[in-house]
C-alpha cells in the first residue's frame, strides 16, 4: 500500500518536472520578447510562442534553441506594421546549451492553442501535374513568393525576405498548423502583416502539401 502510493507520488513528481516551466525562460529574458499566452495584449519584439507546440516539430525546436539560424531575414515585426531599413536581422538570436534547449523546448512543446483543425493532411504525395500547378498559383497568382523565400527549379533560394522563409518550411512547421494559420490567420493573431486569402479547405490543403515539397536536397 505505502509502495504503491509511493510510486504515484514519484511519478506526479516526475509529471511536474516536465511540466513546470524552466527558470531560464525568466533568466534568459524569453519573456521579454515572447508572449508566452495569448492572455497577454502587448505585442513582443519576438514571434509568439505561446502555440509552440502545435507550430514547431520538436526536433527542430530543439535545434534552433541550440544553433539559432536567421528565419526573417527583415527583423521581425508584431503588428501590421513592415519594418523599415534593416535588410538583415541584426543580432543572432541567443544560444542555450544541450541541456538548458532540451529542457526549455520540452515546456514549450507543452504550449498549445485550442480550438485548432488537426489530421488535415494526408500523406499522399502531391502528383506532378498538380505540384506544377500549385507552383504557378503560389508564385504568379497568388504571390506568395514576393513576400517569402522558396526554390526556383535549379534549387537556388529566391523571393521576398518580408515574411518568413518558406524553405524546408516542412522540416520546422507542422502540416496541421501550416493549414490553420491559412484557413484562419486571425486564430493566432488578430491583425499580421500576411495579407488573409480566405481560401476554401481544399485550395488550403493544396497550398500545404506544395509547402512541404519546398525542400533543399540535404
Ligand atoms: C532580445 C529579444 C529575444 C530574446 C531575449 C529571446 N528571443 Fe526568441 N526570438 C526573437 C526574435 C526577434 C525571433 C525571430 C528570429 C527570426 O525570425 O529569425 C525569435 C525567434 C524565436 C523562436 C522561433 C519562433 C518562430 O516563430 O520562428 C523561438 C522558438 C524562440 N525565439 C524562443 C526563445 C526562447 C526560449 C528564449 C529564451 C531562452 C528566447 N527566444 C529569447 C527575440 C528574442
Ligand atoms: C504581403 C506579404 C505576404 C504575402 C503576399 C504572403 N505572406 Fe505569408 N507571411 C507574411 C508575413 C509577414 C508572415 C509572418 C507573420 C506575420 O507577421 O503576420 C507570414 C507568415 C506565413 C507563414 C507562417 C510562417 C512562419 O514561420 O510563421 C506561412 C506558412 C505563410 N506565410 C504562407 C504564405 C502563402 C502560402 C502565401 C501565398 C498564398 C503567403 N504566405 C503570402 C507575409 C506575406
Not at 9 to 20: E, M, P, R, T
Not at 28 to 54: I, V
Not at 151 to 167: A, C, F, T
Not at 190 to 215: A, C, H, Q, W
Request: net charge positive; glycine share 6%.
Amino acid at each position: 500500500m505505502i509502495a504503491n502510493v509511493l510510486i504515484v507520488l514519484i511519478f506526479l513528481l516526475n509529471c511536474s518536472l516536465v511540466w513546470a516551466e524552466p527558470p531560464e525562460i525568466n533568466n534568459k529574458g524569453c519573456r521579454d520578447c515572447h508572449r508566452f499566452s495569448s492572455k497577454e495584449t502587448k505585442l513582443k519584439q519576438g514571434p509568439d510562442l505561446f502555440y509552440t507546440g502545435d507550430k514547431f516539430h520538436r526536433n527542430w525546436l530543439e535545434k534552433f534553441l541550440e544553433s539559432p539560424i536567421v528565419i526573417r531575414k527583415v527583423i521581425y515585426a508584431p503588428g501590421s506594421e513592415y519594418p523599415e531599413g534593416k535588410p538583415e536581422a541584426s543580432q543572432p538570436h541567443l544560444a542555450l546549451t544541450k541541456s538548458e534547449s532540451a529542457r526549455i523546448s520540452d515546456f514549450l512543446m507543452t504550449l498549445r492553442l485550442p480550438g485548432l483543425e488537426k489530421d488535415k493532411i494526408d500523406e499522399e504525395p502531391l502528383s506532378k501535374d498538380k505540384r506544377v500547378r500549385l507552383k504557378i498559383l503560389f508564385e504568379r497568382n497568388f504571390g506568395c513568393t514576393s513576400c517569402h523565400e522558396t526554390l526556383n527549379l535549379v534549387g537556388k533560394v529566391r523571393g521576398g525576405v518580408s515574411g518568413p522563409s518558406l524553405v524546408d518550411a516542412g522540416k520546422r512547421l507542422k502540416p496541421d498548423w501550416i493549414f490553420n494559420w491559412l484557413r484562419t490567420p486571425t486564430k493566432f493573431l488578430s491583425k499580421g502583416r500576411m495579407p488573409v486569402f480566405n481560401f476554401d479547405e481544399e485550395t488550403v490543403m493544396l497550398i500545404t502539401k506544395y509547402i512541404l515539397t519546398i525542400r533543399t536536397k540535404q
